[in-house]
Each structure stands twice: as structure tokens, then as C-alpha cells.
Nanobody, 113 residues
Framework: QVQLVESGGGLVQAGGSLRLSCAAS????????MAWFRQVPGKEREFVAT???????YYGDSVKGRFTVSRDNAKNTVFLQMSSLKPEDTAIYYC???????WGQGTQVTVSS
């Protein structure tokens, strides 16, 4: 059983930065493609970013150039550095093992204008 635990959310002003973390259990973390998604209540979950075992990354169009996903395989952790935050980035952010039903509990990010 794999568990994912996000942290690092909070309230930030527009233009500010936050760094989210997602700690994963499991011995094969380094082989996982890890993903970040976000969701506003009442709306569909939106893809944010993925990172594969070698560090190759992909980003959703709405966050390209502002967000950076990274990972530390030694610590079984994936990160999401968010910069130049906008009010429309306000959402619950979830980490996920790509292609699976393993999700964290989510962490709230609120960006005030």
C-alpha cells in the first residue's frame, strides 16, 4: 500500500511563491512517474505537472514558466515550486502516482489579490 502526504499549502498574496511537498511511502518511489493536479470545488481536476524517474517534466499550459516540479528520490519526495502565483491558482493541490488511483489528501493553496 502506497501513501502520499502533501504539505506546504497556505495563503499567499498574488505574485508570491509557495513550495509544496509530497512524501511517498513505498520502496519503489524512484520508479514512479509522479504528478500534481489541482481542483477547485465544483470543477474538474486539472493537470498541473509530472516528473518521471529521470527528472523529465511536463506542465499544464496554465502553469508553464511559473511552476517547477522536482523530486528527491532519496527522500521519497516530490516538490512543486510555485512562483508568480495568481488568484486563479487557488485550489486544492493533490499529488498522484501517474496512472494509478494513489492520491494524497490534498493541500489548500489560496492566492489573494
Amino acid at each position: 500500500q502506497v501513501q502520499l502526504v502533501e504539505s506546504g499549502g497556505g495563503l499567499v498574496q498574488a505574485g508570491g511563491s509557495l513550495r509544496l511537498s509530497c512524501a511517498a511511502s513505498g520502496r519503489t518511489f524512484s520508479s514512479y512517474v509522479m504528478a500534481w493536479f489541482r481542483q477547485v470545488p465544483g470543477k474538474e481536476r486539472e493537470f498541473v505537472a509530472t516528473i518521471n524517474w529521470s527528472g523529465r517534466t511536463y506542465y499544464g499550459d496554465s502553469v508553464k514558466g511559473r511552476f517547477t516540479v522536482s523530486r528527491d528520490n532519496a527522500k521519497n519526495t516530490v516538490f512543486l515550486q510555485m512562483s508568480s502565483l495568481k488568484p486563479e491558482d487557488t485550489a486544492i493541490y493533490y499529488c498522484n502516482i501517474w496512472g494509478t488511483d494513489y492520491w494524497g489528501q490534498g493541500t489548500q493553496v489560496t492566492v489573494s489579490s
